[in-house]
């Protein structure tokens, strides 16, 4: 997991599919990389374990919204557009005016509701009471080891060590490797271009230290393998994957080059 958040009603889809997953009997572990902020974290919350790095951005447990008003902006550009609208609120998020005193109290009454449903289901999953949960929440961020003192996470470690304890809970040899697939698997193409957005196939050969893109972290089904999308590594990972490196960290490490990747300053040009 290595998301900065984003939309709740997106976050709830995934934490759903991912809750479906593990109804069928498969254990669900998460590994937070970087970072695994608002929507990130109600996520991981479907999981049976979830595991962080001590220093993985962690929340916010919060919410929030609004709007940017370019009325002005478009009005000077020369840019000019109609609606039509039916109701007192049918306007409401339009960028060429601001809100109105009852939009605002609307839309602080949908978030209020959004953070009492966030808080609620971080408590179900973290056994912890709502009075808790909401002294760590109020949109604050931790770090993972202060997630880890508080119970907002399970274990301190990387995707190594999440690999290993989804292998366990999966009841496999102790004796035996791990056996880890990525899905989907890049092509070489891919692998070597600029990939277009973070949902093209390309972006998970380019992907960040600790990732398992793809929403649901590391899925492990027994005999098949890890399942995921994303790179592995970072401090103590699988190959010393870094994202300075990009598509070659692999090579990279093989070669016994910085995991850090290559060091790349810009030009200082004159001084004084």
Known sequence: MNSPGGSYVASDLVRREAERFRASGRPLVVSMGDVAASGGYFVSLAADLIVANPGTLTGSIGVFAGKQVVRELLDKVGVGFGAVAEGEHALMMSPRRPFTVGEREKLEEFLDRVYADFVDKVAAARRLTREQVHELARGRVWTGADAHAYGLVDELGGLTDALRLAWTRAGLPAG?????????????????????????????????????????????????????????????????????????????????????????????????
């Open 176 to 272: 035996d490797t791990p056996r880890v697939r990525l899905a989907p698997k890049p092509s070489v193409l891919e692998r070597v271009r600029t990939p277009k957005s973070s949902e093209d196939r390309g972006a998970a050969a380019t992907a960040r230290p600790g990732i398992l893109a793809g929403g649901l972290a590391a899925l492990l089904g027994a005999g098949s393998g890890l399942g995921g999308s994303g790179a592995f590594g970072g401090a103590g990972g699988l190959g010393g994957f870094a994202a300075g490196w990009g598509p070659w960290a692999p090579l990279a490490a093989r070669l016994g080059l910085p995991v850090g990747g290559p060091l790349m300053m810009p030009p200082l040009g004159r001084i004084g």
